[in-house]
């Protein structure tokens, strides 16, 4: 199957939508005003037998809808609570995500007990064998000097920066999908600008200072030159 030998590919692009669509909604909330904070949840499955129905609604208007098993499961999924980007999926789905290259998001297994068997998937046994759910990448805590903390800001610079790790495919994924956001309606347009200034001065701009403070201290000046 095309589609089978593809799934890295897709996954790939996939996974790098849904990153960028729930940080989207984690820092701007879509332009909602509110007390009440929201988030988004991503349940990603491979269909093998799935079929595709055309419903005509009348005065010359169809839409499209998609069946299947796997359909049913990616729906219960989504109900699940994962680390950012909140995304719980299937193994296959991961492995061939891993193959394809260079990873945005890390995955560890999830074997549901009893309970959220019958919490999410009304007691089905079906699908919820080999499961995967995002995680934080986080390395492990020790004490940092002022020398790693700089070195460590720096390679949080470099990553953010994208064009430094010559990943063209993901920057042009994701101006793609900063233009297709951009190109709705006003919301949209308003949304997107928000994000962008968050991530240029409130989260890149200030770590940039912070690592020019630190490297400003007289210690860190003097074991530079040694």
């Given at each position: 199957m095309g589609l089978h030998r593809e799934m890295g590919q897709r996954s790939a692009r996939v996974f790098e939508a849904l990153w960028h669509l729930s940080m989207l909604i984690n820092i701007t909330q879509l332009g909602v005003r509110g007390d009440r904070k929201f988030r988004i949840r991503h349940g990603v499955t491979y269909?093998?037998?799935?079929?595709l129905i055309e419903i005509n609604e009348g005065d010359g208007v169809a839409r499209l809808d998609i069946i299947g098993r796997a359909v049913v499961l990616a729906f219960r999924l989504s109900g699940v609570l994962a680390a950012f980007p909140h995304v719980v999926t299937q193994e296959e789905v991961v492995s061939a995500y891993k193959a394809h290259g260079r990873t945005t998001i890390g995955f560890r297994r999830w074997r549901p007990?009893?309970?959220?068997?019958?919490?999410?998937?009304?007691?089905?046994?079906?699908?919820?064998?080999?499961?995967?759910?995002?995680?934080?990448?986080?390395?492990?805590i020790r004490t940092m000097n002022t020398a790693d903390t700089?070195?460590?800001?720096?390679?949080?610079?470099?990553?953010?920066q994208v064009e430094s790790r010559g990943d063209e495919s993901k920057v042009e994924f994701a101006l793609k999908f900063m233009e297709k956001f951009g190109s709705g309606p006003e919301w949209c347009r308003e949304t997107l600008k928000s994000y962008l200034e968050f991530v240029r001065n409130d989260l890149l701009g200030t770590l940039k200072k912070a690592v020019r403070m630190l490297e400003s201290q007289p210690s860190n000046r003097a074991r530079r030159r040694k």
């Open positions: 269909e093998h037998d799935a079929l007990t009893k309970d959220d068997r019958l919490r999410h998937f009304k007691a089905e046994k079906w699908g919820t064998r080999f499961l995967m759910m995002s995680h934080d990448r986080r390395p492990s700089v070195r460590a800001g720096k390679r949080a610079i470099a990553y953010a």
